[in-house]
Nanobody, 125 residues
Framework: VQLQASGGGLVQAGGSLRLSCAAS?????????MGWFRQAPGKEREFVAA?????????NYASSVKGRFTISRDNAKSTVYLRMNSLQPEDTAVYYC?????????????????WGQGTQVTVSS
Protein backbone atom coordinates (compact mmCIF):
# COMPACT_ATOMS: atom_id res chain seq x y z
CA VAL A 1 0.00 0.00 0.00
CA GLN A 2 1.21 3.52 -0.81
CA LEU A 3 0.62 6.35 1.63
CA GLN A 4 0.52 10.07 0.85
CA ALA A 5 0.49 12.47 3.78
CA SER A 6 -0.58 16.08 3.44
CA GLY A 7 -1.91 19.01 5.40
CA GLY A 8 1.18 20.20 7.19
CA GLY A 9 2.15 23.82 7.40
CA LEU A 10 3.10 26.76 9.59
CA VAL A 11 0.74 27.67 12.42
CA GLN A 12 0.92 29.84 15.50
CA ALA A 13 0.88 28.33 18.96
CA GLY A 14 -2.67 27.53 19.99
CA GLY A 15 -3.73 26.94 16.41
CA SER A 16 -5.00 23.86 14.66
CA LEU A 17 -4.17 21.72 11.66
CA ARG A 18 -5.64 18.61 10.12
CA LEU A 19 -3.32 16.13 8.51
CA SER A 20 -4.54 13.62 5.96
CA CYS A 21 -3.02 10.39 4.77
CA ALA A 22 -4.46 8.84 1.64
CA ALA A 23 -3.80 5.18 0.93
CA SER A 24 -3.76 3.48 -2.42
CA UNK A 25 -3.05 -0.04 -3.59
CA UNK A 26 -2.84 -3.00 -1.27
CA UNK A 27 -5.87 -4.73 0.15
CA UNK A 28 -8.97 -3.07 1.59
CA UNK A 29 -8.03 0.03 3.57
CA UNK A 30 -10.25 -1.12 6.41
CA UNK A 31 -7.87 -4.03 7.06
CA UNK A 32 -4.98 -1.72 7.98
CA UNK A 33 -4.34 -0.24 11.37
CA MET A 34 -3.05 3.26 10.81
CA GLY A 35 -0.59 5.26 12.83
CA TRP A 36 0.88 8.72 12.97
CA PHE A 37 4.46 9.27 14.08
CA ARG A 38 6.61 12.37 14.17
CA GLN A 39 10.27 13.25 14.16
CA ALA A 40 11.66 16.55 15.34
CA PRO A 41 15.13 17.73 14.32
CA GLY A 42 17.80 15.90 16.27
CA LYS A 43 15.30 13.60 17.92
CA GLU A 44 14.14 10.06 17.38
CA ARG A 45 10.87 9.29 15.72
CA GLU A 46 8.04 9.03 18.21
CA PHE A 47 4.53 7.70 18.26
CA VAL A 48 1.65 10.16 18.10
CA ALA A 49 -1.59 8.24 17.54
CA ALA A 50 -3.01 5.09 16.03
CA UNK A 51 -6.37 3.71 15.05
CA UNK A 52 -7.06 0.04 14.75
CA UNK A 53 -8.46 -1.72 11.73
CA UNK A 54 -11.35 -3.36 13.56
CA UNK A 55 -14.90 -2.15 13.36
CA UNK A 56 -14.57 -0.47 16.73
CA UNK A 57 -11.68 1.61 15.41
CA UNK A 58 -9.92 1.59 18.74
CA UNK A 59 -7.72 4.65 19.18
CA ASN A 60 -4.39 5.00 20.92
CA TYR A 61 -2.60 8.26 21.77
CA ALA A 62 0.72 9.35 23.12
CA SER A 63 0.32 11.02 26.47
CA SER A 64 1.80 14.23 25.09
CA VAL A 65 -1.05 14.68 22.61
CA LYS A 66 -3.99 13.08 24.37
CA GLY A 67 -6.87 15.52 24.62
CA ARG A 68 -5.43 17.75 21.89
CA PHE A 69 -5.12 15.44 18.89
CA THR A 70 -7.79 13.20 17.37
CA ILE A 71 -7.18 10.41 14.91
CA SER A 72 -9.99 9.25 12.67
CA ARG A 73 -10.46 7.29 9.49
CA ASP A 74 -12.77 7.24 6.51
CA ASN A 75 -12.58 3.78 5.03
CA ALA A 76 -14.68 4.79 2.04
CA LYS A 77 -12.03 7.38 1.15
CA SER A 78 -9.07 5.21 2.22
CA THR A 79 -7.89 8.10 4.32
CA VAL A 80 -6.80 8.59 7.90
CA TYR A 81 -6.81 12.00 9.55
CA LEU A 82 -5.05 13.62 12.46
CA ARG A 83 -6.81 16.64 13.86
CA MET A 84 -4.37 18.67 15.92
CA ASN A 85 -5.66 21.36 18.26
CA SER A 86 -3.89 23.61 20.75
CA LEU A 87 -0.62 23.17 18.90
CA GLN A 88 2.56 24.05 20.73
CA PRO A 89 6.10 24.71 19.48
CA GLU A 90 7.14 21.30 20.79
CA ASP A 91 4.75 19.73 18.28
CA THR A 92 7.01 20.95 15.48
CA ALA A 93 8.17 17.92 13.52
CA VAL A 94 7.81 15.98 10.32
CA TYR A 95 4.69 13.86 10.68
CA TYR A 96 4.54 10.44 9.07
CA CYS A 97 1.61 8.14 8.57
CA UNK A 98 2.08 4.40 8.63
CA UNK A 99 0.01 1.28 7.97
CA UNK A 100 0.01 -2.19 9.46
CA UNK A 101 -2.06 -4.93 7.87
CA UNK A 102 -4.34 -6.36 10.57
CA UNK A 103 -2.16 -4.55 13.05
CA UNK A 104 -2.73 -3.93 16.73
CA UNK A 105 -2.67 -0.18 16.41
CA UNK A 106 0.22 0.00 18.82
CA UNK A 107 2.83 2.65 19.50
CA UNK A 108 5.62 0.41 18.22
CA UNK A 109 6.94 1.64 14.90
CA UNK A 110 8.24 -1.79 13.97
CA UNK A 111 4.64 -2.99 13.73
CA UNK A 112 4.08 -0.81 10.68
CA UNK A 113 5.27 -2.06 7.30
CA UNK A 114 4.22 0.87 5.15
CA TRP A 115 5.19 4.51 5.58
CA GLY A 116 4.30 7.76 3.89
CA GLN A 117 6.76 10.46 2.93
CA GLY A 118 6.01 12.83 5.80
CA THR A 119 4.55 16.30 6.05
CA GLN A 120 6.17 19.19 7.92
CA VAL A 121 4.34 20.83 10.81
CA THR A 122 5.89 23.98 12.24
CA VAL A 123 4.39 25.74 15.24
CA SER A 124 5.64 29.23 15.98
CA SER A 125 5.58 30.73 19.47
Amino acid sequence: VQLQASGGGLVQAGGSLRLSCAASGGTRFSTYSMGWFRQAPGKEREFVAAIKWTGSSTENYASSVKGRFTISRDNAKSTVYLRMNSLQPEDTAVYYCAAAYLGRGSAQDNEYSYWGQGTQVTVSS
